[in-house]
């Protein structure tokens, strides 16, 4: 028992410190569009299309507890320099994870906003994988009112193998030639260098 217990532990501790986590994930929100978005204060509200938000969102920080998912630039993946990016966070007020940003209100007045100001919610959980809890559940959407049956797709951007990330590894410049004509490539390289190659 104390051995399970001790295990327990050590499981928790480490995925609280971010072991068994993805540091940035890809997020897609789907086509839900909301016509009357209060955005910056505008004295008329605007049109938010959630699909502007799809992209890569990287570990930074936390909140309550859990991490908090923070976009990033579209064209080259790091942070924004200027524009204020949207994020992904743990709400512990509604227990869910949440897609908000901070220029972007659900209501006029802080006395009707929505809490934690969320635009697309999770169901209630307690869990800090994001992508296992976009696998198996539909989210909430907010249009004006609160939809459920959303999908919202998380994918995980850390590669366990060269395919995951498409082949962009970084090379050792020992296996440079290789990596121009391919690792898997039917040219005998070794032939080509007079060397004889272990198979």
């Not at 004295?43 to 909140?63: D, R, T, V």
């Not at 579209?74 to 990016?85: C, I, L, M, S, Y």
């Not at 082949?167 to 296996?175: A, C, L």
Request: aromatic share 14%; glycine share 6%.
């Amino acid at each position: 028992m104390v051995v399970g217990i001790a295990s327990l532990a050590f499981v928790t501790i480490m995925q609280y410190h971010g072991k068994y986590r993805c540091d940035s994930v890809s997020v897609s929100f789907g086509d839900a569009m909301w016509e009357e978005a209060y955005v910056n204060e505008e004295a008329n509200p605007q049109l938010l299309i959630y699909s502007h938000f799809n992209g890569i969102y990287k570990e930074i920080g936390s909140h309550d507890g859990k991490p908090k998912y923070v976009e990033q630039n579209k064209e080259d993946g790091d942070a924004f320099k200027t524009t204020v990016p949207a994020e992904i966070i743990y709400c512990q007020e509604i227990e869910s994870w949440v897609f908000r940003h901070p220029n972007i209100t659900t209501a006029e007045g802080t006395e009707n906003e929505n809490k934690c100001s969320w635009l697309l919610r999770s169901p209630n959980t307690e869990t800090y994988d994001l992508i296992e809890l976009a696998e198996e559940s539909k989210w909430f959407v907010w249009k004006g009112l609160e939809l459920s049956d959303y999908r919202v797709s998380i994918e995980c951007n850390d590669c366990d193998d060269d395919s995951d990330c498409n082949y962009n590894v970084s090379v050792p410049p020992s296996m440079y030639w290789y990596s121009l004509i391919g690792f898997n490539s039917s040219f005998n390289l070794c032939g080509l260098l007079g060397k004889v190659c272990e198979q």
